[in-house]
């Protein structure tokens, strides 16, 4: 079975530009979230979605962030206009439903110059 | 406020020790407890994880216990290998909200 599959993996790119990420979670996990995680911290989330209803997106800086799921499968998170404070790796997250067990992709690396 | 806490922040033994990593939270209210490894530049894997109801899952060389009352979890590893380096991070699900409260994690690091 595939796992959650998360691209790119890297992307620099130069501040004040727009930069989207892509995410397709396992087949079937109706919970999709996406977090941001900084070197030696524990993972932020930004915003959870129940099929394709965003559940909790408090977090989500929404001047500059945004995030669609369409037909409740994979998912994009957009930054728009990229800060240098953005650099970070930003992780895509499923599960089968709200409580149950996360399982992550490899992550893309931002690096804002 | 639910805080979750791990500590050591780091931690470095020899290979083929037993070890164990700590995890405590402040609000026992929680649906379930899930410990994480995070190898560097990768995501996370999800190695166990316990329902509020268990005292303690168990895969491999891995058990992880719970205890509500006293808001701590630990993770044991027995016979370690130097493949088992990496970030240990424990994750707490809270009941009313469904809201996943992170530790900032245990670097591991097992030593030939």
């Not at chain 1, 930054?79 to 709200?98: F, M, N, R």
């Not at chain 2, 995070?38 to 303690?56: A, F, M, N, V």
């Amino acid at each position: 079975e595939a796992g959650v599959v998360q691209s790119p993996r890297y992307k620099i790119i130069e501040k004040k530009q727009p930069v989207a990420f892509w995410c397709n979670p396992i087949s079937g996990h109706n919970t999709l979230y996406w977090y941001r995680q900084n070197l030696g911290q524990g993972p932020e989330l930004l915003i959870r979605y129940e099929n394709e209803e965003a559940v909790d997106d408090s977090q989500l800086p929404k001047d500059r962030f945004s995030a669609e799921r369409l037909k409740g499968v994979d998912s994009t998170l957009k930054i728009q206009p990229a800060e240098l404070g953005d650099s970070a790796v930003y992780l895509c997250a499923s599960s089968p439903w709200g409580p149950g067990e996360l399982f992550f992709g490899e992550g893309s690396r931002l690096t804002v110059l | 406020k639910q805080e979750v806490t791990q500590i050591p922040a780091a931690l470095s033994v020899p290979e083929g020790e037993n070890l164990v990593l700590n995890c405590s939270f402040t609000d026992s209210a929680i649906y379930n407890l899930q410990w994480f490894r995070q190898d560097p530049g990768k995501g996370l894997t999800s190695l166990l994880l316990i329902q509020s109801s268990q005292r303690e899952q168990t895969s491999g060389r891995l058990n992880a216990s719970l205890d509500k009352s006293s808001g701590r979890s630990t993770l044991y590893i027995a016979a370690s290998q130097p493949g088992d380096s990496a970030t240990y991070l424990c994750a707490a699900l809270m009941d009313s909200n469904y809201q996943l409260i992170w530790g900032a994690g245990t670097k591991l690091i097992i030593k030939p």
